[in-house]
């Protein structure tokens, strides 16, 4: 699985927003991520928001949207690693995260180290035609506190919308397993 990050947290870039007045909170009951829209269209996203939010997750989500169709200009061949004719249709979801602690990342390097570490485990994914990327932004925690949050975006392709959309679902159970619950010969992803 292809898998990067960035920064993107300057003042006029997009902000996470866990006070936001939909907001589901789903820390003490994941199961309720199969109530939400974008779940009912696509369950392997509800799948992955129950298993982010879980008692033993690291994270806890804010946000989550679900794109049925992407353009095949919304995403490029080269960086989901796929092969010629399989990329005709192509679809993406994204999730905001947001640590579970009580303190969020003491600094960027800390969500920089976070994110490199992410990647590192999902490029070990043997998995073609989809990708990760990771943002890092500033996030409003409450509403007195700015903090950093990491937004995922996940995009995939395939042949068919059908090929596209199974994809993206093995590439958000293996995104949601290496978050929360990583292989037991893969060390626990530190959000610290």
């Known amino acids: 699985m292809q898998a990067d990050w960035e920064f993107e947290a300057d003042s006029d870039a997009p902000v996470i927003d866990a006070c936001w007045a939909a907001l589901v909170d789903l820390r003490g009951a994941p199961d309720r991520a ?20 879980a008692p033993a997750s690291p994270v806890w989500t804010s946000k989550c949207d679900y794109f049925t169709k992407l353009e095949p200009s919304e995403f490029d061949l080269d960086e989901l690693d796929a092969v010629d004719g399989n990329a005709a249709h192509g679809a993406g979801c994204y999730i905001d995260l947001l640590q579970r602690a009580a303190t969020q990342w003491p600094e960027p390097n800390a969500a920089a180290e976070t994110c490199r570490g992410l990647c590192g485990l999902l490029r070990e994914v043997p998995l073609r035609s989809c990708r990760v990327d990771l943002v890092i932004r500033s996030a409003v925690i409450a509403p007195d506190r700015m903090d950093l949050g990491i937004t995922a975006y996940l995009s995939a392709c ?19 397993g290496a978050v929360s619950s990583p292989a037991p010969d893969q060390p626990a992803l530190k959000l610290q």
Do not use: C, H, V, Y
């Open 158 to 176: 395939g042949a068919t919308p059908a090929a596209a959309t199974a994809t993206l679902a093995e590439a958000l159970t293996a995104f949601a």
């Open 34 to 53: 199969m109530d939400l829209k974008e779940a009912r269209e696509f369950p392997a996203l509800g799948a992955a928001l129950a298993q982010l939010n």
